[in-house]
């Protein structure tokens, strides 16, 4: 739903990351990365730039009609 502030109308959207592949996460054994990747049917995880460029998306003129709505940016975790 869009919110009117100031005489301008602005959307409300979310980018949902799962689990990213940040420098903390590169932290984990390298013997639990095949079992984690195999969870995600693309065999990858989101970067935070996978993130930033969601957020982005739905921040541009491109998503104005695109309001209300939840982006999952998982590699397909949730879509099994």
């Not at 957020?55 to 397909?76: K, M, P, Q, W």
Request: proline content about 9%; some cysteine.
């Amino acid at each position: 739903r869009s919110v009117k502030l100031g005489g301008a109308e602005y959307t409300r959207d979310g980018g949902l990351p799962a689990f990213v592949r940040t420098p903390l996460a590169e932290k984990l054994p390298e013997d639990v990365w095949p079992a984690i990747l195999a969870k995600h049917p693309l065999a990858r995880l989101p970067t935070p730039e996978d993130v930033a460029a969601m957020v982005c998306f739905l921040a541009s003129d491109e998503a104005r009609n695109i309001t209300g709505s939840a982006h999952l940016v998982d590699a397909g975790y949730t879509a099994q």
